[in-house]
C-alpha cells in the first residue's frame, strides 16, 4: 500500500484538487499526474497542495512525441514542470513515426531523447521511456516493446535515461521475462492495470487490477527481481472506470491493489 | 497480378458463389476462403466451382485454437476441407490463452500443432502458423510475433509446419526485418492490406493497400528476400471496406495491389 500511486488518468473526469483530496482521504502516498492536469491549477499550486496533503509525486505524465514539430521546447518545459513538482521521472510517450520508414522514426526518437537529456540531467529529473503497445503505433508512439526501449536507453547509456513499464503495453510479449531482467537498474516507474479479455477499442478499454488476463503477481515478481522496488502507479483509461462514484473508484482501486499487484 | 488471391473475408458480405464469380471476371487468378463461407456451398459444391472458373485456392482459412475444447477434431476437419479443396495450405490462428500463464498458452499450441502434424502431412497439407496483432491476445492468438511462431515451428522441425505473415499482424515489430530473414524456407503464406493511422477498433478497422502506414514495398521485399514467391492474399476485415459496391471493391483491389504491394 505505501508503493501505491494514483495516476490521474484513472479519475480523468475529476479536477487535480480532487484526486488529491481523494488521495489523502484514502491513505494514498503518491500521485502521479498528467500534464492537462497540472495547467488546471498552475505548477506552483499544484505543488502547493500536493505537498499539503502529503503526498509525493511518483511521476509526470508526460513528454515525448519527439516525431512532431517544436517537441524540443515541449519538453523543456515539461522536464521544469516535472522539477517544479518534486518528482525525478518524466515519462515518454515518444509519438508515432512521421513516415512509413519506422527505424527512421526510431532513430529520430533515440536523438531527441539525446537532445533532451542534458536538460533533464540539470534538472535531477530521470527520462522513462514508456514503450506503448503496437495498436498505438500510429497515433502515439513508435516504441512498442520493452526491447525497442531498451536498446535506446543503452544505446545513450547514461543514468538518466530508463524506461518505463506499463503491464498493458507490454505483457503479451514472449521476450517480456528475458527485457525485464535486462532492464535492472534502468527502471524508473511501474504502471498497472489489466488486459480486458473482450478488448475491442484501442485506447478506453483498460481493466481494473484483476479484472483481466494479466498475470499481475507473476509480472510484479519480475520487476521486483530487477531491482525496482519503488512506486507503483495504478492507470486506468476507461469510461466505464471514470463513471463510477468517488468513493467506489477509490476503494476498488485500494483494494485491488493490495490484493492483485505485489 | 498473377500473384494476387483475394480472401473471401475481403468481401465477407458475398456469397462464396459471388466472390469466386467477381474473381474471375477481375482476372485474379487465386482464392483465399475462409471455412464459414465454405460452409454455404459444401467443399465439394465449392470445389467444383472453383475448379469451373479456373481459379486456384491459396490457403483455407483456418484451424487453430487449441486452447478450446474438441480442437483437435474440428483442426482434422479443417485439414480434410483443405485437401479436398486442393490447397496445400491451412492458416492456423492459434487460439487464446487459457489461463493467465501465456508460457503455458504457447506450449499447449505447440503440443496441439504436432499433434495436427501427422494428420497435415497424410493428406498433403501444410500448417501455416499465423501470429496476430498483440491487441488480438485476450480473444484470438497467444501467438502474437513472428518470433514465436518461428520458434514454435522450428522446434516441431518438420517440414509441415511453416508461418503465414500478414502485414497487419506483425509491421509494428522492430525485429521483423530479422524474423522475416529467419522465417526463410518456413513462410507458406503472405498476406496484405494495410494499418489505418487512426485506428479505434482492434478487428474491424483493416485497411486497403495504400491507405495506411505500412511500407508494403519494403515488407514484399523482404518476403521475396526470404523466399517467398507465392500467392498474395488481399484480407481486410472492415465494413467500410464491406460496404463498396461490388465492382468498385473488385476494380480498388487489383488496383491497389498492382500500385503498393509488389
Known sequence: MSRLSFNTMTADRWSLAEVIDACAQYGIEWIGPWRHKLAELGVEEARRRIDAAGLKVSSLCRGGFFTAPNADEDNRRAVEEAAALGTDVLVLVCGPPATKDLQAARDQIARGIERLLPYAIEHGVRLGIEPLHPMMIGERSAIVTLG??????????????????????????????????????????????????????????????????IDLHGFSAMIEAAGYVGPVEVEILNPAIWDLPRDELMTLTVERFERCVL
Open 148 to 213: 525497442n526501449a531498451l536498446d535506446i536507453a543503452e544505446r545513450i547509456g547514461e543514468d538518466g535515461v530508463g524506461v518505463v513499464i506499463d503491464v498493458y503495453h507490454t505483457f503479451w510479449d514472449p521476450q517480456l521475462p528475458a527485457q525485464i531482467a535486462r532492464a535492472a537498474g534502468r527502471i524508473v516507474g511501474y504502471h498497472v492495470n489489466d488486459w480486458l479479455p473482450a478488448t475491442q477499442h484501442t485506447l478506453l478499454e483498460r481493466g481494473m487490477m484483476g479484472d483481466g488476463i
